[in-house]
């Protein structure tokens, strides 16, 4: 930091203890000009902070700092922009491994350029977690986990290499080994300090601790009052390089909650019921900060939960004040007592401080909700947002049966499943009547039972969202005690696992001698990482899959996760529903989604009675009971003692290459991109978009895992068939996710989502558009052959374009396939700046305006002009003419939204645009 101005006269100091730190005082500020800002959001002290740190009447001004003091009147809506420095930058594999390749890139492009490489380093703290490549092939027996894990080494061997060379060769850059846990609750439970600390000009300054990260879920450590979110790898590559984020000072909704849980119910049901709430309210691009007197009956890592799942309800941050509970947890998590004594102190003496008695500080608006109204819930089939309690869940389902059908009809089961659901021994094929079907469902090869739309095939806990909980992993290892205790098992056509977010759960679940039930349960250790979740479930049973596809079968999974787009789980399995902990268990028994699991029975006991939910659904008491006993300090110290070691396996990988990587021509997983491609110092003049075709048209929703999928792909599709050309066995094709370092994969898993609908093509489900000459082919097939033609390429769209994970390859993808604009009714955050980000314009149709009512349906050429001398927000005209000839010009918003962004897409992408800056520095 180079301070060249203190206009408010904020650096001060604080003691605490014996040491003394440099702050930058919010009183001060307040007697100094900024009157009335401690009645900011928590939230926004935090921003506020930031600026006034970094004033150097350059790119944080002493107008930028008195916006933040005018918000107050205007709640936010006016939109000031203003340039933000996170403290570091957080990342996982998927989205890290391509970061690193660019930051790779970026020194060979230096070299290029006739500049250091050396000038490419991070410039904060970086650290990446390996969390998204344990895939879920080995399950419900003791030695899954090594087995997985070894697999996992096998199919990740050069990536790991290639995260081994950027350890050792990039400064200020950390790497968590495989095998160590999720990189949202290795960042709350080990890396996040709350307030952070750094030696600058012989001062110890402390400041909030902030960050921004390369996944969505960044934002659970909300939870521990870290003000953090997700943004694409090219935006955490530019802040990790020493650029500012460039945003709008954001509006700040806050959400209070008052009561208190009521028994039965799990903080998995309260998260679902918070997103169905604010994605109604309508939150995206916004700040939520949560406040009331019933915060202080919510546990921190139950606060975690609900931040974690700011990208489900549109947020972009979902913020918890620092309060007692956070100070409690940074003790029970083993932080260093003078961490945490600043913790508290800094907190106090900034106004950062909760507490029940609080004024409540000015929202933008506010909603709220009584924590006692709260009942046990799912979500799903297909999103995240589509709560529906558990009462209503079996019914629910059937009318979504229909819906993914298109009319096919099952009736709620009235009782159990009883012997007319099993068959004969050695049975096998297909029923021969639609009666025997409807009623008995349909045979599996080698198995003695059947299996029908909505019986449960995978029931996974996993994710971040709920491993960080234990009191809810604890509620699921009770529920299989009681059931072990009964006498039940899963059904066998459900594929159980567990997936824990840290060693730390692994821990208390061995002491507490829960993790025996739940291996009796078949809910052994999988892995550390987020599996299922993102696509990584493992492949099902070969003759369940069989009889899924042979039959269109809906199958259904039920998972502790925070996604459940559809095509994401796993490609057999097209309802998905998010859950609770002690649910996944629960529903493992019954098997199936069309018999109420609250009234009906979960199977038959030992003793030959029914056994019921409520028969083996712990009470708060149990929970606490467990948690009291099983938890202390020392877990957290001993398995974070030394993070960063790994095991043999990550110890003995060689490592070649210096301060260039030695790129390998015949890797299939790391490749040097063609971002840099005859790049000159001097960029090139922007010119309008002139008769480009239409590559794929969409309707709402379009998620990032539909735009650039991370699970699994086949041999006939266009990533399959390169990896097969360069002799990769389709066993061997691993995950999209886990080929992020290789361009050549990536464009052609782009749009290659098997659910996706492009809406050019009637009927036609999956990745696959109009070739120039009109025949039916991939979307990455069709694009190639408009580039060899030099054609320019559009895409149109509906409304909350872009939904979902910070998937950079979504724009990485979307601009090496061609396409020069998204022209959508709107866009969700993350997406529209990298597009912005990867010099893809971002348009938004005026309202009432849409590509249905325009009537386009692809066949039509498309010129946006004005691109010559363009402003941020400015309006654009899209000259459309149709194929009968007909002509006409619609008036569209270009969301290049500040300074900084109309600067990257000058420069061809935020990537150009900092090289040549560090270039010429």
């Given at each position: 930091m180079t301070e060249t101005s203190n206009s408010f006269k904020t650096k001060t100091n604080l003691t605490v203890g014996n040491k003394a730190y440099t702050i930058f005082s919010l009183a001060e500020a307040e007697k100094n000009g900024l009157d009335g800002i401690s009645r900011l959001p928590h939230s926004l002290k935090v921003v506020l902070e930031n600026l006034l740190r970094f004033e150097d009447d350059r790119t944080v001004k002493a107008a930028d700092i008195k916006a933040v003091k005018a918000w107050l009147d205007d709640r936010?809506?006016?939109?000031?922009?203003?340039?933000?420095?996170?403290?570091?930058?957080?990342?996982?594999?998927?989205?890290?491994?391509?970061?690193?390749?660019?930051?790779?890139?970026?020194?060979?492009?230096?070299?290029?350029?006739?500049?250091?490489?050396?000038?490419?380093?991070?410039?904060?703290?970086?650290?990446?977690?390996?969390?998204?490549?344990?895939?879920?092939?080995?399950?419900?027996?003791?030695?899954?986990?090594?087995?997985?894990?070894?697999?996992?080494?096998?199919?990740?061997?050069?990536?790991?290499?290639?995260?081994?060379?950027?350890?050792?060769?990039?400064?200020?850059?950390?790497?968590?080994?495989?095998?160590?846990?999720?990189?949202?609750?290795?960042?709350?439970?080990?890396?996040?300090?709350?307030?952070?600390?750094?030696?600058?000009?012989?001062?110890?300054?402390?400041?909030?601790?902030?960050?921004?990260?390369?996944?969505?879920?960044?934002?659970?450590?909300?939870?521990?009052?870290?003000?953090?979110?997700?943004?694409?790898?090219?935006?955490?590559?530019?802040?990790?390089?020493?650029?500012?984020?460039?945003?709008?000072?954001?509006?700040?909704?806050?959400?209070?909650?008052?009561?208190?849980?009521?028994?039965?119910?799990?903080?998995?049901?309260?998260?679902?019921?918070?997103?169905?709430?604010?994605?109604?309210?309508?939150?995206?691009?916004?700040?939520?900060?949560?406040?009331?007197?019933?915060?202080?009956?919510?546990?921190?890592?139950?606060?975690?939960?609900?931040?974690?799942?700011?990208?489900?309800?549109?947020?972009?941050?979902?913020?918890?004040?620092?309060?007692?509970?956070?100070?409690?947890?940074?003790?029970?998590?083993?932080?260093?007592?003078?961490?945490?004594?600043?913790?508290?102190?800094?907190?106090?003496?900034?106004?950062?401080?909760?507490?029940?008695?609080?004024?409540?500080?000015?929202?933008?608006?506010?909603?709220?909700?009584?924590?006692?109204?709260?009942?046990?819930?799912?979500?799903?089939?297909?999103?995240?947002?589509?709560?529906?309690?558990?009462?209503?869940?079996?019914?629910?389902?059937?009318?979504?049966?229909?819906?993914?059908?298109?009319?096919?009809?099952v009736s709620p089961e009235p009782e159990s499943r009883g012997d007319s659901r099993y068959i004969d021994e050695g049975a096998t094929g297909v029923h021969d009547t639609p009666e025997d079907s409807e009623n008995h469902g349909y045979a599996v090869n080698g198995a003695d039972y059947r299996i029908s739309d909505g019986d449960v095939v995978i029931a996974a806990i996993t994710s971040c969202t709920?491993?960080?909980?234990?009191?809810?992993?604890?509620?699921?290892?009770?529920?299989?005690?009681?059931?072990?205790?009964?006498?039940?098992?899963?059904?066998?056509?459900?594929?159980?696992?567990?997936?824990?977010?840290?060693?730390?759960?692994?821990?208390?679940?061995?002491?507490?001698?829960?993790?025996?039930?739940?291996?009796?349960?078949?809910?052994?250790?999988?892995?550390?990482?987020?599996?299922?979740?993102?696509?990584?479930?493992?492949?099902?049973?070969?003759?369940?899959?069989?009889?899924?596809?042979?039959?269109?079968?809906?199958?259904?999974?039920?998972?502790?996760?925070?996604?459940?787009?559809?095509?994401?789980?796993?490609?057999?399995?097209?309802?998905?529903?998010?859950?609770?902990?002690?649910?996944?268990?629960?529903?493992?028994?019954?098997?199936?989604?069309?018999?109420?699991?609250?009234?009906?029975?979960?199977?038959?006991?030992?003793?030959?009675?029914?056994?019921?939910?409520?028969?083996?659904?712990?009470?708060?008491?149990?929970?606490?009971?467990?948690?009291?006993?099983?938890?202390?300090?020392?877990?957290?110290?001993?398995?974070?003692?030394?993070?960063?070691?790994?095991?043999?396996?990550?110890?003995?990988?060689?490592?070649?290459?210096?301060?260039?990587?030695?790129?390998?021509?015949?890797?299939?997983?790391v490749q040097n991109p063609p971002y840099f491609e005859g790049m000159t110092m001097e960029p090139k003049p922007i010119t309008d978009i002139e008769n480009a075709r239409v590559l794929s048209i969409f309707l709402d929703s379009i998620t990032t895992d539909h735009i650039s999928p991370a699970g699994s792909f086949k041999a006939g599709t266009p990533a399959g068939k390169y990896l097969m050309e360069r002799q990769v066995k389709p066993i061997d094709f691993n995950s999209f996710g886990a080929r992020r370092g290789n361009h050549e994969v990536m464009m052609r898993g782009t749009f290659a989502n098997i659910r996706i609908k492009n809406q050019m093509l009637d009927g036609v489900e999956g990745g696959f558009t109009k070739s120039p000459s009109g025949e039916v082919v991939p979307i990455y097939d069709a694009a190639m052959e408009y580039k060899a033609q030099g054609t320019p390429l559009v895409i149109f769209a509906g409304k909350e374009y872009g939904t979902g994970s910070s998937r950079d390859w979504a724009a990485k993808g979307t601009t090496l396939l061609g396409v020069r604009a998204v022209i959508a009714q709107s866009f969700e955050r993350i997406h529209r700046s990298n597009l912005v980000g990867m010099g893809v314009l971002p348009l938004v149709f005026e309202d009432g305006t849409s590509w249905q009512s325009l009537g386009i349906t692809g066949d039509e050429t498309v010129s946006i002009r004005g691109l010559t001398e363009i402003e941020p927000r400015q309006t654009l005209e899209l000259d459309i003419t149709f194929a009968d000839g007909r002509k006409e010009i619609v008036p569209v918003l270009l969301r290049i939204d500040t300074l900084d962004e109309l600067e990257y897409y000058r420069h061809g992408g935020i990537l150009q645009y900092v090289l040549r800056n560090l270039v010429a520095a």
């Open positions: 936010g809506r006016a939109g000031h922009e203003i340039s933000y420095r996170p403290a570091r930058v957080l990342m996982q594999d998927f989205t890290g491994v391509p970061a690193v390749v660019d930051l790779a890139a970026m020194r060979d492009a230096t070299a290029n350029l006739g500049a250091d490489p050396q000038k490419i380093n991070p410039l904060v703290p970086v650290d990446l977690v390996i969390d998204h490549s344990v895939m879920v092939d080995y399950f419900g027996t003791p030695g899954a986990f090594e087995q997985n894990v070894e697999k996992e080494y096998q199919r990740n061997g050069e990536r790991y290499e290639f995260l081994r060379w950027g350890q050792s060769a990039f400064e200020n850059f950390r790497v968590v080994p495989p095998g160590t846990g999720i990189c949202h609750q290795v960042n709350l439970e080990y890396l996040a300090q709350t307030v952070w600390t750094k030696q600058e000009n012989g001062e110890e300054i402390a400041y909030p601790d902030t960050l921004v990260g390369t996944d969505s879920h960044t934002t659970m450590v909300n939870g521990l009052a870290v003000l953090g979110w997700g943004v694409g790898g090219i935006e955490a590559e530019a802040a990790m390089l020493g650029q500012p984020i460039s945003m709008l000072i954001p509006e700040v909704i806050g959400f209070k909650f008052t009561g208190k849980l009521p028994e039965g119910t799990t903080a998995t049901d309260l998260v679902l019921h918070v997103v169905e709430m604010l994605r109604k309210k309508g939150v995206v691009g916004k700040f939520v900060e949560f406040f009331g007197a019933g915060l202080s009956n919510l546990s921190l890592e139950d606060k975690a939960t609900i931040a974690n799942m700011a990208p489900e309800y549109g947020a972009t941050c979902g913020f918890f004040p620092i309060d007692k509970e956070t100070i409690k947890y940074l003790n029970d998590s083993g932080r260093e007592p003078d961490r945490v004594a600043l913790v508290e102190a800094y907190a106090k003496e900034q106004g950062m401080f909760r507490s029940d008695n609080d004024e409540d500080p000015v929202f933008t608006d506010t909603l709220e909700l009584d924590l006692s109204t709260v009942v046990p819930s799912l979500a799903g089939p297909k999103r995240p947002q589509d709560r529906v309690a558990l009462t209503d869940a079996s019914t629910a389902f059937v009318k979504a049966l229909e819906d993914i059908t298109g009319g096919r009809k709920n491993t960080s909980n234990p009191s809810v992993l604890i509620a699921a290892g009770l529920v299989a005690r009681k059931a072990r205790e009964k006498g039940l098992k899963p059904q066998p056509w459900v594929k159980t696992s567990l997936a824990p977010g840290s060693q730390v759960v692994t821990e208390y679940l061995e002491k507490s001698g829960l993790q025996e039930d739940l291996d009796a349960m078949g809910f052994n250790t999988v892995g550390y990482g987020c599996t299922t979740c993102i696509g990584n479930s493992g492949p099902l049973d070969e003759n369940i899959s069989r009889t899924i596809n042979d039959n269109d079968l809906v199958a259904v999974s039920v998972l502790s996760g925070n996604r459940n787009f559809e095509g994401r789980v796993n490609p057999d399995v097209r309802a998905n529903y998010l859950a609770s902990p002690p649910l996944v268990v629960a529903y493992s028994l019954l098997g199936k989604m069309t018999a109420d699991i609250t009234t009906q029975p979960l199977g038959t006991g030992s003793d030959g009675q029914p056994v019921y939910l409520k028969d083996i659904w712990p009470t708060s008491t149990e929970v606490a009971e467990v948690l009291r006993s099983a938890i202390s300090v020392d877990m957290f110290k001993r398995r974070y003692g030394d993070v960063f070691k790994g095991d043999k396996r990550w110890q003995e990988i060689k490592v070649d290459g210096g301060e260039t990587y030695k790129w390998s021509s015949s890797s299939t997983y």
